[in-house]
């Protein structure tokens, strides 16, 4: 089937690493088989940082180990440094998620390295990956934080984005993704920066990871969609956050973005009223954990009929 926007869900990573409640590890793979189960074809399934500062994804190699069972899913998972990257590796993922903080503040309480020390560390997995033989290299993404706004620094200049966005791709990134850590970019200044990236490094694949702290993260999707954005992250229920980005609310909503997407006859794959149902597994497992998003309380009528739901999972 056709896709026309690509949703990587990122609720068992980014939703998953500011709460302290353990999720159990049959529960994540729970979600995972789920999800993939109504569509999605990325999921960013963990975190590979020290088990030591969070606890969370202390069974990160299980669940990577798990999620490549699923057949057709592209196991992604975030790696801060290089040797997040070696157990990403050795793990099997299909996709390593790098990240690469523009703001330094933001970088050194995130992970204790300078922007440019981030750059080296990203080299240096570019460089293991090469040694690989071609069918165990995982694709890398390049992603920068920070990029609309950073807590600690505030604005952070265009022409630094860039820049960092170049190196990641110059260095070998498969794509350069941009992050609104905070959820304070405004649509107008997506447009902006995607295109001032998008003239510096070409036809490469990018992708908006966006946050909807300010309640902006939709509009932003479309300002995304207008500047020729086809990937986007988000988080079902809205989980998400960063224990280092103060203030910093849930991911923009899956069930909410599919909903907009299909609505605007963008085809995602994604059946929406069996993702919605995948709310259950969360819920039952993280009973004290919010969850946010619109489309569960109900579909307009015969919206399932038209767009998404049996009609989808029908084709
Ligand atoms: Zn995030």
Same mark, same amino acid.
């Given at each position: 089937?056709?896709?026309?926007?690509?949703?990587?869900?990122?609720?068992?990573?980014?939703?998953?690493?500011?709460?302290?409640?353990?999720?159990?590890?049959?529960?994540?793979?729970?979600?995972?088989?789920?999800?993939?189960?109504?569509?999605?074809?990325?999921?960013?399934?963990?975190?590979?940082?020290?088990?030591?500062?969070?606890?969370?994804?202390?069974?990160?190699?299980?669940?990577?180990?798990?999620?490549?069972?699923?057949?057709?899913?592209?196991?992604?998972?975030?790696?801060?440094?290089?040797?997040?990257?070696?157990?990403?590796?050795?793990?099997?993922?299909?996709?390593?998620?790098?990240?690469?903080?523009?703001?330094?503040?933001?970088?050194?309480?995130?992970?204790?390295?300078?922007?440019?020390?981030?750059?080296?560390?990203?080299?240096?997995?570019?460089?293991?990956?090469?040694?690989?033989?071609?069918?165990?290299?995982?694709?890398?993404?390049?992603?920068?934080?920070?990029?609309?706004?950073?807590?600690?620094?505030?604005?952070?200049?265009?022409?630094?984005?860039?820049?960092?966005?170049?190196?990641?791709?110059?260095?070998?990134?498969?794509?350069?993704?941009?992050?609104?850590?905070?959820?304070?970019?405004?649509?107008?200044?997506?447009?902006?920066?995607?295109?001032?990236?998008?003239?510096?490094?070409?036809?490469? @694949?990018? &992708?908006?990871?966006?946050?909807? !702290?300010?309640? #902006?993260?939709?509009?932003?999707?479309?300002? %995304? *969609?207008?500047? +020729?954005?086809?990937?986007?992250?988000?988080?079902?229920?809205?989980?998400?956050?960063?224990?280092?980005? @103060?203030? &910093?609310?849930?991911?923009?909503? !899956?069930?909410? #973005?599919?909903?907009?997407?299909?609505?605007? %006859? *963008?085809?995602? +794959?994604?059946?929406?009223?069996?993702?919605?149902?995948?709310?259950?597994?969360?819920?039952?497992?993280? @009973?004290?954990?919010?969850?946010?998003?619109?489309?569960?309380?109900?579909?307009?009528?015969?919206?399932?009929?038209?767009?998404?739901?049996?009609?989808?999972?029908?084709?």
């Amino acid at each position: 089937m056709t896709i026309d926007v690509e949703i990587c869900e990122v609720g068992p990573r980014d939703g998953l690493q500011i709460i302290h409640t353990f999720m159990p590890t049959a529960a994540k793979q729970a979600w995972i088989a789920a999800e993939a189960a109504a569509g999605v074809r990325e999921i960013e399934v963990c975190s590979f940082v020290p088990p030591k500062l969070i606890p969370q994804f202390a069974d990160a190699t299980e669940v990577v180990g798990q999620a490549k069972s699923v057949s057709g899913l592209s196991v992604a998972a975030l790696v801060p440094n290089f040797k997040g990257a070696e157990r990403a590796i050795a793990a099997g993922v299909d996709k390593l998620s790098f990240t690469l903080s523009v703001s330094t503040a933001h970088s050194l309480a995130n992970v204790r390295k300078t922007p440019d020390e981030q750059l080296a560390e990203f080299q240096a997995i570019v460089a293991t990956l090469k040694t690989l033989p071609p069918e165990r290299r995982p694709l890398l993404s390049g992603g920068l934080s920070t990029v609309f706004g950073c807590a600690i620094e505030g604005e952070i200049p265009d022409a630094t984005v860039v820049r960092y966005a170049v190196a990641l791709a110059e260095a070998g990134a498969d794509d350069v993704s941009l992050a609104d850590t905070t959820g304070v970019g405004d649509p107008a200044q997506i447009r902006r920066l995607v295109a001032a990236v998008r003239a510096e490094i070409g036809d490469m @694949p990018m &992708a908006l990871h966006l946050h909807n !702290t300010m309640g #902006l993260g939709l509009a932003n999707v479309v300002a %995304g *969609l207008e500047a +020729g954005i086809r990937a986007f992250d988000s988080s079902l229920g809205g989980l998400g956050g960063c224990p280092y980005a @103060p203030g &910093a609310t849930g991911n923009i909503v !899956t069930e909410d #973005l599919v909903f907009m997407l299909e609505s605007m %006859g *963008l085809r995602t +794959g994604i059946d929406l009223d069996r993702l919605i149902a995948v709310r259950e597994i969360i819920a039952a497992a993280l @009973p004290d954990e919010a969850l946010y998003g619109h489309v569960q309380h109900g579909l307009p009528k015969r919206w399932s009929d038209l767009r998404g739901g049996s009609h989808v999972a029908a084709a």
